[in-house]
């Protein structure tokens, strides 16, 4: 149903230009289920961990047209892998029994701010294998990679510019 919805108002669209914007809240933070640091300062890097998803986020809506805006509220970011202590300092590691999780609703809204489609999502990764690749290695590969699945999963690709 949504993505005959976006189907038909990417037929209506005569517009090329995609710049669409985005806006995320994180909704209690305190209260997620793992976002812990490891080794890096834990005074910055709640900050440093908000601003990657935001401006993944960004990067994501500057894909839709110019004239569309996306929402998100995340209420809960589970991180993969889980702290453990090696040496007495903590690290995260990661296996396959401790995939990502992310909780959020998003809306998305036109240049009158009519909201076009509104809903709750809970992505984890059913099948999680945790991979060495220097791809992975990436800060934050494995939530950014479902959070990828499910905009382009969610998304029609004619409204989508990759």
Sequence with gaps: MIKQIF???????????????????WQSSEKFADIYPSIENKHTFKDELFKVFD?????????????YALQVNITNLDLAGAISFANSHKIRVVNNSTPPRIKFRFQVTDKSNKILVSRG?????????????LKV????????????????????PSLVKN
Aim: a positive charge.
């Design 137 to 156: 290695n990436k800060p934050y590969y494995h939530e950014l990679a479902l959070i990828d699945n499910w905009f382009y999963g969610t998304f029609s």
């Design 55 to 67: 401006n993944h986020f960004q990067k994501l809506a500057a894909q839709l047209p110019e004239q």
């Design 121 to 133: 999502v809970y992505l984890w990764s059913k099948h999680f294998k945790f991979q060495r690749s």
């Design 7 to 25: 189907v038909i108002l990417s037929m209506i669209i005569t517009l090329s230009s995609y710049a669409g914007t985005s806006a995320v809240t």
